[in-house]
């Protein structure tokens, strides 16, 4: 059957080249658009095993995934840069490769998500290696390993003196969303009312505003904080009840990457790099007044 | 004749083609950076049946009823004198008959449907909506009439209103409200949010029902007023009604939008619907499943509120 727009009436009963050639020019073209779309999609190759040390060789950067926020692992300092531990430690990686290193700011509940999706190489955030996450990405050997800890409110200084009192409806907690100290929550204290934030910064100004009562987190964060913005209104209880291993997470099927990331932390864990970096974050208070 | 109604067939043929050949594209290029469909893991955050734990909730003592051989139903006596009565599994129980309990003490466990987070999250989307949309169309009438009054202490209160709610971004106007606001006047989130939300939405709403306003024909007022009604009464009797039919389209627009732009509270820890979808995202690394979910479950929302918007439409416009 042709289908002849002018005239409107049935003619013959093919479809044949003078029927094709009798068909209105936009419908003709929708045709083309559809057929066009269909054979672009059909040219996409199947997947093939990724090197990453290749790409970042050709390059020539190494792109970082971080959030900052993270004190001390990274932060901004008052100039807007990024610094911190993990900031050092992956300049070290990019001269020991040879390349430049940039970082990409992203959000801390997205951030695998974005990994996965090669949006950068690695994932250098003071992220703690769990089973739940390893099962979508693979990590490096530990470079350092925390825990979390609470820091309480004042007004409840004097009766709280452990985490595992907090499991009671009546305290509210705070932690930032898809990290392992609201995981901690969930699981050690889950009774209590759990609020999460977006950032490190928006809870703890709760909790020193006096409105949620606790907030569980990464004992270095807690220390500094305790000691800076909190002094006099948050009490830091500085026992770790998690014991939380920190690697850098990369993609999974990548195993020369792996490799060279855990010889590398070898190298620098015996020749006095880490030891350098660890005591300037660590140790040191120095770089304090760069951030506040 | 025919081929009209072919040429329309084939249209829509195309469109169905059109569309399989995204999705089959999506998957396709999907499959390029080997993602996982795990589409099994999302029901769980619907619904579920889990166990819930059921504790005492003062120190005090238990008593035990068994129902039969599955519930048993505890009697809570407590040393302050209150009571507290439910059903927990029998062999869940942790103590017997006549035992003393302490306020830390779980009782038993009960085996409940419970909503998932999603669930949850849609109602607090839902309730932010509905609550924010009635206070808004309420700000929005007053601060529109303001508009259009000619006192100029009234005028010039609502353009400030509207030209700086309509200028400043949701989020900046959502943490304001809530931690400088909130703090000052102790709100808690929800009404934080909530009245964010009315007083961003008035100001387009009120800019919508001047427009409404000034539409209507200068003749149908001057023939209210010498009718000898007084201004309210030919607002609310001759104008509005008037008005309100032009509005419709735009005015439903506004709360579509609202429904979509409640997703902001997240950031002063309220869980709506994307929050949730991003905490279920957190533990399952179920990344494109669930945003698929998430955006189809706020389509189901906006897509409803439009048909109910082109159903009043059409009721309305009978009286054209």
């Known amino acids: 059957m042709s289908i002849n727009i002018i005239k409107g009436d049935v003619m013959s009963d093919g479809f044949g080249i003078t029927e094709f050639n009798q068909i209105g020019g936009f419908m003709k073209r929708i045709m083309w658009a559809l057929l066009s779309v269909m054979l672009v999609f059909t040219m996409s190759t199947t997947a093939v095993a ?58 801390w509940d997205g951030i695998i998500g974005a990994l996965t999706t090669n949006k950068f190489d690695i994932i250098a955030s003071g992220m703690t290696i769990t089973q739940g996450r390893n099962l979508r990405v693979n990590f490096s050997s530990p ?17 709280i003196k452990s985490y595992k009192q907090l499991n009671n409806p009546k305290y509210t907690v705070a932690s930032k969303l898809g990290t392992t100290g609201e995981q901690a929550v969930k699981r050690m204290i889950p009774r209590a009312k759990y609020l999460a934030y977006e950032t490190e910064q928006d809870g ?19 220390a500094i904080m305790a000691g800076s913005k909190g002094k006099g209104k948050i009490v830091h209880l500085d026992k770790p009840f998690t014991f939380e291993p920190l690697g850098w997470a990369i993609r999974r099927d990548d195993p020369n990457f792996l490799n060279w990331l855990n010889n590398f932390m070898y190298q620098i864990r015996n020749d006095g790099t880490y030891d350098q970096i660890y005591a300037k974050w660590f140790k040191n208070t120095d770089w304090l007044k760069e951030v506040q | 004749m025919l081929s009209e109604l072919v040429k329309k067939l084939l249209w829509y043929l195309s469109l169905v083609l059109v569309l399989i050949a995204i999705g089959w594209g999506l998957t396709v290029m999907t499959d390029r950076i080997e993602y996982k469909w795990y589409w099994n893991r999302v029901p769980q955050y619907f619904f579920f049946t889990g166990n ?6 003062e120190n005090g003592k238990i008593k035990i009823q068994k129902i039969d051989e599955k519930f048993s139903q505890v009697f809570l006596t407590y040393d302050n ?66 508009r259009i009054s000619k006192n100029p202490l009234i005028k010039g209160l609502s353009t400030i209103y509207v030209e700086l709610i ?21 709100f808690d989130r929800f009404a934080a949010g909530t009245m964010a939300l009315a007083v961003f939405v008035g100001a387009y709403v009120a800019e919508i029902v001047r427009a409404g306003i000034q539409s209507v024909h200068p003749g149908q007022m001057e023939a209210a007023r010498s009718l000898g009604m007084n201004y309210f009464q030919a607002m609310s009797n001759i104008i509005l009604p008037q008005a309100f039919k032009r509005i419709m389209p735009p005015l439903a627009g506004q709360f579509i939008s609202l429904i979509k732009d409640s997703s902001l509270v997240s950031v002063i820890a309220l869980t709506d619907l994307t929050k949730a979808a ?16 998430v955006a189809g479950m706020y389509l189901v929302l906006t897509f409803s509120l439009s048909l109910a918007v082109r159903y009043i439409e059409r009721r309305y416009s009978a009286s054209d």
């Not at chain 1, 970042?56 to 692992?73: H, N, Q, S, W």
């Not at chain 1, 470079?143 to 007004?155: A, M, R």
């Not at chain 2, 819930?52 to 909730?57: L, W």
């Not at chain 2, 109602?123 to 949309?133: D, P, Q």
Request: proline share 1%.
């Open chain 1, 50 to 107: 990724e090197d990453v040390l290749d790409t970042i060789m050709k390059r020539g950067t190494l792109i970082v995934g971080l959030e900052a926020g993270y004190m001390p692992f990274e932060m901004r300092d008052k100039k807007g840069n990024i610094i911190g531990f993990d900031v050092d430690m992956t300049t070290a990686m990019a001269k020991a490769m040879g390349v430049k290193v940039e970082y990409v700011n992203t959000n």
């Open chain 1, 143 to 159: 470079y350092i390993t925390v825990g979390q800890t609470v820091l309480l409110s004042n007004k409840l200084a004097k009766k």
């Open chain 1, 204 to 222: 703890t100004m709760e909790l020193i505003n006096g409105r949620v009562d606790a907030f569980v987190y990464d004992l270095p964060f807690n």
């Open chain 2, 52 to 57: 819930i734990e059921k504790f005492a909730a």
């Open chain 2, 81 to 146: 004198g209150t009571e507290e009565s439910f059903k927990v599994l029998t062999k869940s129980l942790a103590f017997k008959d006549g035992d003393r309990v302490t306020d830390i003490d779980k009782v038993g466990e009960l085996q409940v449907l419970s909503k998932g987070i999603l669930i949850e999250g849609l109602i607090t989307t839902l309730e932010l909506s509905v609550y924010s949309s009635v206070l808004g169309i309420i700000i929005g009438l007053f601060a529109g009439l303001g």
């Open chain 2, 166 to 186: 309509r200028g400043t971004p949701l989020l900046v106007q959502i943490f304001i409200f809530y931690f400088f606001l909130g703090t000052i006047l102790e």
């Open chain 2, 278 to 293: 991003r905490e279920v995202i957190t533990s399952t690394f179920a990344t494109f499943e669930i945003w698929f979910t």
